[in-house]
């Protein structure tokens, strides 16, 4: 559909090639410089009437249906079982272009691009792993095989372009709650179980003085399906939280799809589980190879997590 868009514009317009020539042609400055002025333009020519009919149908301006107060509670309960490797940092509202594409394996199309080469954040993942990036590289100039490991966290409102089945389940705009960890490899995958067993106690400490002990909650771990010692790093992650948490179910997920091709080895996730047994997904995560690719070092490694902070709200019966 898009593609007929574009060929329809260009047919209209008189030029042919004209997205082509303008993403390839046109300087990164040059080419903020034309949309800033078309935008302008267009600017000048609305009343606000328009503006607020925008505001009211637009689906990605309207307001959170949770309340702030919740969402603020939320975030000071999770800030404050935090694990004091993690240093909490507070995100800007835009990344670099190409963020979700050129360092996650999502489309461009899912994300919300400026006229000034930057995109709105649609996942705070992706912008920790480029902090992390940055971080892991310093540390790396000063020694090249440095195992100081980078952590940090980040509450951020993230805004997603795609459209979702049902916009209410999977509004445009959410706050999450995510974590990131980077590192060098040390061998039987010691950098990933260190590291995702700090992010999975984090969330069951957080979601437990949140909630409460109930409802239950489960921790699926599933791998790629190429790593022979799967069983042994599971029960490796599995030990101390079992000995930790009361009401916690650990099970090895070895039929979950979702997150293949985005995450590399190691994932999980982690639901709530109501009485009446239906299940809300709470928390996804794993290890994935953006800071390899972005430090062109096979010996990096990263782990990623994110809570959605509307759904635990939501489950805590004050929305």
């Not at 835009?94 to 594409?101: E, F, H, I, M, N």
């Not at 957080?206 to 921790?219: D, T």
Request: proline share 5%; charged share 25%.
């Amino acid at each position: 559909m898009t593609d007929e868009i574009i060929a329809r514009i260009e047919r209209e317009v008189g030029v042919p090639g004209l997205a082509s020539l303008l993403a390839g042609r046109l300087g990164a400055s040059d080419l903020q410089s034309l949309l800033l002025e078309v935008y302008r333009l267009r600017a000048r020519r609305r009343w606000p009437s328009e503006v607020l009919s925008d505001y009211e149908a637009d689906r990605f301006v309207r307001p959170s249906k949770s309340s702030p107060l919740r969402l603020f509670e939320w975030d000071r309960v999770a800030l404050s079982r935090l694990p004091s490797e993690f240093e909490p940092i507070e995100l800007s509202p835009v990344c670099p272009l190409g963020t979700s594409a050129v360092v996650a394996p999502v489309s461009q199309d899912w994300a919300v691009t400026t006229a000034r080469n930057t995109e709105v954040v649609s996942d705070s993942t992706n912008v920790l792993a480029l902090e992390c990036g940055l971080r892991r590289r310093r540390l790396l100039r000063s020694d090249p095989r440095s195992r100081r490991s980078v952590h940090l966290a980040a509450s951020h409102r993230v805004l997603r372009a795609q459209r979702y089945r049902d916009p209410e389940s999977a509004p445009q705009h959410f706050r999450l709650f995510a974590l990131c960890s980077a590192g060098r490899d040390t061998g039987n995958f010691g950098f990933e179980i260190g590291a995702l067993t700090l992010h999975v106690r984090f969330y069951l400490a957080a979601l437990r003085a949140y909630l409460g002990v109930f409802p239950a909650l489960r921790v699926a771990l599933s791998d790629s399906g190429t790593i022979p010692t799967f069983p042994e790093l599971a029960e490796r992650l599995f030990a101390p939280i079992q000995a930790e948490f009361e009401n916690v179910e650990c099970v090895v997920d070895r039929e979950r799809d979702s997150g293949r091709g985005y995450y590399a080895g190691l994932c999980f996730k982690i639901h709530a589980i109501e009485s009446s047994g239906r299940e809300f997904e709470l928390v996804d995560g794993g290890a994935v190879d953006w800071t390899q690719r972005l430090l062109s070092n096979a010996k990096e490694r990263l782990i990623i997590s994110g809570i959605g902070s509307e759904r635990v709200c939501d489950l805590s019966g004050d929305g």
